[in-house]
T-cell receptor, first 118, second 112 residues
Framework: GAVVSQHPSWVICKSGTSVKIECRSL??????MFWYRQFPKQSLMLMAT?????????EQGVEKDKFLINHASLTLSTLTVTSAHPEDSSFYIC??????????????FGPGTRLTVT | GQNIDQPTEMTATEGAIVQINCTYQ??????LFWYQQHAGEAPTFLSY????GLEEKGRFSSFLSRSKGYSYLLLKELQMKDSASYLC?????????????FGKGTSLLVTP
């Protein structure tokens, strides 16, 4: 159990276009979803935290108007990179927490989406 | 603020034991996690400590000392497939949505 999927697994887009990445919890209801970004040979950097039905909380330095996050249901969150530029090329990973695991509140990670902006 | 430190790289021999250390200074603490990440893949959960002491899970063990802001991951009977990046992450409190703050990761190379 506790499977999280992401779509697409990789995407190439042209500079100036927008890209939407989906994150789904397949077998549990995710009260909280997290979006991370990882540049080559770097660690995961938290971009934002989203709770179902409310606005996402963005980390310092992350532009909320550029990285639009929607968490409309307990099983789906989307990240839209608007007006993408080559410096946005990165590995985007989501994670989901059901909040029902009282011991660990464990986060389950999706497989990641590799974004390349040309 | 968050400050999580771990060595950048380590090398160990197949069959040996390796200890990866992690020190942290964070504004909130609600548990410490260790993840394994192979290149191009998402992290996979290894262990979790919220109280001081040692947690053992098969070949992997993790230790936590909250007063010292210190944890280590111990890998026994190393296998070639253990070559990966190992990430130490501290979970923030409820006010921060229980978000995970990751260290930069330790790249472990297991040699024959």
């Amino acid at each position: 159990g506790a499977v999280v999927s992401q779509h697409p697994s990789w995407v190439i887009c042209k500079s100036g276009t927008s890209v939407k990445i989906e994150c789904r919890s397949l077998d549990f209801q995710a009260t909280t979803m997290f979006w991370y970004r990882q540049f080559p040979k770097q660690s995961l950097m938290l971009m934002a935290t989203s709770n179902e039905g409310s606005k996402a909380t963005y980390e310092q330095g992350v532009e909320k108007d550029k990285f639009l996050i929607n968490h409309a249901s307990l099983t789906l969150s989307t990240l839209t990179v608007t007006s993408a530029h080559p410096e946005d090329s990165s590995f985007y990973i989501c994670s989901a927490s059901g909040g029902w695991d009282t011991e660990g509140l464990e986060q389950y990670f999706g497989p990641g989406t590799r974004l390349t902006v040309t | 603020g968050q400050n999580i430190d771990q060595p950048t790289e380590m090398t160990a021999t197949e069959g040996a034991i390796v200890q990866i250390n992690c020190t942290y200074q964070t504004s909130g603490f609600n548990g410490l996690f260790w993840y394994q990440q192979h290149a191009g893949e998402a992290p996979t959960f290894l262990s979790y400590n919220v109280l001081d002491g040692l947690e053992e899970k098969g070949r992997f063990s993790s230790f936590l000392s909250r007063s010292k802001g210190y944890s280590y991951l111990l890998l026994k009977e190393l296998q070639m497939k253990d070559s990966a990046s190992y990430l130490c992450a501290v979970r923030a409190g409820r006010g921060s949505g229980y978000a995970l703050n990751f260290g930069k990761g330790t790249s472990l190379l297991v040699t024959p």
